[in-house]
């Protein structure tokens, strides 16, 4: 099994297993090793099973130790068919005050795990939703960024701290 392949699967299985809860999809994209171009988008599908059902969304960032910066800006959308339901920017940092990195992990990566929203999310449309990202950082050509990962985990509404956010 090549690198990449073996180190998505260990990250899909990581996001599986850090929870308890009732995971309902994960997914994990690769991003080209060569470069992640400004005008790429990387996309995830899913299709929602359950409308009725509150929904919390994890992100997983993948990156290398040689990536230049401590933080990426995201430029993040939901989509269903032409729709656009949500879209925002989001900064991560990825290294602290001191350029230690704050994800985990041995060897060459480091991942970050996140929720993608503060609010839980519920569906309120059938189809496949699709989880559109492209980078928002200067370089053209963008070094270090390996992958992104989402999933679904179906939440009960007396355990949720906020009120489900509907995405139409």
């Known amino acids: 099994m090549p690198r990449a392949k073996l180190l998505s699967a260990f990250a899909l299985i ?6 308890r809860e009732e995971i309902e999809w994960a997914s994990f ?3 080209d090793p060569e470069a ?12 929602p ?5 509150a929904y ?22 939901i989509t269903v068919g032409a ?31 996140f929720p993608f929203r503060k609010n839980w999310l519920r569906f309120e449309r059938s ?19 390996e992958g992104i990962g989402l999933s679904l985990i179906r939440i009960e509404e007396e355990d949720s701290t906020h009120r489900p956010q509907p995405v139409r």
């Not at 990581?14 to 929870?19: A, D, E, K, M, V």
């Not at 099973?49 to 059902?53: F, G, I, K, P, V």
């Not at 559109?132 to 050509?141: E, I, P, Q, Y």
């Open 83 to 113: 729709d656009t339901l949500y879209s925002d920017t989001l900064e991560l940092q990825l290294a602290d005050e001191y350029g230690e990195w704050t994800g985990k992990g041995n060897g060459p990566s480091r991942e970050l795990v």
């Open 36 to 47: 992640w171009h400004l005008n790429k988008s990387v996309s995830l599908e899913c299709e």
């Open 29 to 31: 994209a690769e991003i």
């Open 14 to 19: 990581w996001i599986l297993s850090c929870t």
């Open 127 to 145: 189809g496949v939703y699709r989880f559109n990202f492209v980078h928002g950082m200067r370089d053209t050509s963008l070094l270090g960024i």
């Open 49 to 53: 099973r359950d409308l009725n059902s």
């Open 56 to 77: 919390a969304l994890r992100m997983a960032l993948r990156h290398t130790v040689d990536y230049p910066y401590s933080n990426l800006f995201l430029f993040r959308s």
